[in-house]
């Protein structure tokens, strides 16, 4: 290949040989000062495969002499915060959940834990405000709480889950599948809706729904209660309210009682430590459907009491 290269008069410089269109490039020596920037990177980069972490390897990388890791870095960061955080933890630890609201700062940390906690293990489900999904997952904001929505029944749910395979202590109510098991035949089925939308005000009486009264009685009482108002020690919902998970129209109605869908909710007790727990209980209880805690002492605190007032002053 000929060189076609050459000086350039006007700059003094050496062309490389290349022309476009009249357009010639110039053989520019690059600065100085740029060059020893180069330089200088290059002996950095020696600097730096010796201290630091370099060279890829099959299973890990180059160690360095300094012995730095960004792993070990992030880990004295977390455990920086973990002892700043010790003393709420706890603190939470250390009180009942039923006391949390007495103490109303501790109570409000709980709360803040709980939320960042819900957004990394339960938004997947229930969503980022707690609304649910109809036909999938529970809302956590309204008042329909199949066993108990104050802080000490969160808590217990949260911990022991909710129809989890192998675990004793789990929440677990099983409707029966009456059309799928042929314990009721379609038309059975369908007074049996009537009744139930006649009890939850979304129909007027009717012949089916009379026929359904009876069907109720023997088949869905023992669960669902004598009105429908749902039992909390069996998990039976309510049917008297405008809660539906699954739906409250005909079609939908019809289909639990065919074939009910047993919903699972993981236990947390086996991925969660205790106090995370309690966070989140205490946060899913501040969605606004949380209930207070069942007033059971509340007579034999006022026996006490009057047991107090009749007592002697004593000295």
Known sequence: MSDNSRIDEPTGTKTVGHEWDGIEELDTPMPRWWLWTLYAT???????????????????????????????????????????????????????????????????????????????????????????????????????????????????????????????????????????????DSAAINDLVSHVRVISRQEKPSAASARGATLYEVNCVVCHGTNGEGIRELGAPK????????????EAIAKTIHNPRNGVMPRWNDKLDAVTIRMLAAYVHSLGGGEDAPALAAPAAAEAAAAADKAPANG
């Open 239 to 250: 049917l008297t309210d405008a809660v539906w998970l699954y739906g409250g129209n005909r």
């Open 42 to 184: 290059i002996a950095w980069s020696a600097v730096y495969v010796v201290l630091y972490p370099a060279w890829p390897m099959v299973n890990s990388a180059t160690q360095g002499v300094l012995g730095w890791t960004s792993r070990g870095d992030l880990e004295k960061e977390m455990a920086g915060h973990a002892a700043r955080r010790a003393p709420i933890f706890n603190a939470i630890a250390a009180t009942a959940i039923t006391d949390l609201p007495a103490r109303p700062e501790l109570f409000e940390a709980a709360i803040q834990g709980g939320s960042a906690a819900f957004k990394v293990h339960c938004v997947q489900c229930h969503g980022a405000g707690g609304a649910g999904v109809v036909g999938l997952y529970p809302s956590l904001t309204d008042d329909d709480w199949l066993w108990g929505g104050d802080l000490a029944n969160i808590e217990t749910t949260l911990i022991h889950g909710i129809r989890n395979p192998d675990h004793d202590q789990t929440r677990l109510s099983q409707m029966p599948a009456f059309g799928r098991d042929g314990i009721l």
